[in-house]
């Protein structure tokens, strides 16, 4: 599918979903998200097991300041400001989140 070729292409792309270090920021029942970093990469994926959510994720561990994020699947841009992530995701969604291109 063509979800799979996107995570492939991810993979393949971004060093630190195969040595990335998992760094955690919310673990709910219906509610996940965490990072997959190394010294120069950095992957945020976040799972929404139920209704629509909108959250605030601290993600200052690993990106400080502010900084743009591209969802892999969609191409919906994300904004990291002062450490804090804030997404909205559909029921059942997906967001696999890396660094925006220059």
Same mark, same amino acid.
Do not use: C
């Given at each position: 599918?063509? &979800?799979?070729?996107?995570?492939?292409?991810?993979?393949?792309?971004?060093?630190?979903?195969?040595?990335?270090?998992?760094? =955690?920021?919310?673990?709910?029942?219906?509610?996940?998200?965490?990072?997959?970093?190394?010294?120069?990469?950095?992957?945020?994926?976040?799972?929404? =097991?139920?209704?629509? &959510?909108?959250?605030?994720?601290?993600?200052?561990?690993?990106?400080?300041?502010?900084?743009?994020?591209?969802?892999?699947?969609?191409?919906?841009?994300?904004?990291?400001?002062?450490?804090?992530?804030?997404?909205?995701?559909?029921?059942?969604?997906?967001?696999?989140?890396?660094?925006?291109?220059?």
């Amino acid at each position: 599918s063509q &979800a799979i070729e996107i995570l492939g292409k991810t993979r393949h792309a971004h060093s630190a979903t195969r040595y990335g270090q998992l760094i =955690k920021f919310v673990a709910e029942p219906s509610f996940l998200a965490y990072a997959v970093i190394t010294a120069d990469d950095v992957v945020i994926v976040i799972l929404n =097991k139920d209704s629509n &959510a909108t959250k605030s994720v601290n993600v200052s561990s690993v990106i400080s300041g502010s900084q743009t994020l591209t969802d892999v699947f969609s191409g919906r841009t994300f904004q990291v400001s002062s450490g804090m992530l804030n997404i909205s995701v559909a029921p059942f969604e997906a967001l696999v989140l890396v660094k925006q291109s220059d």
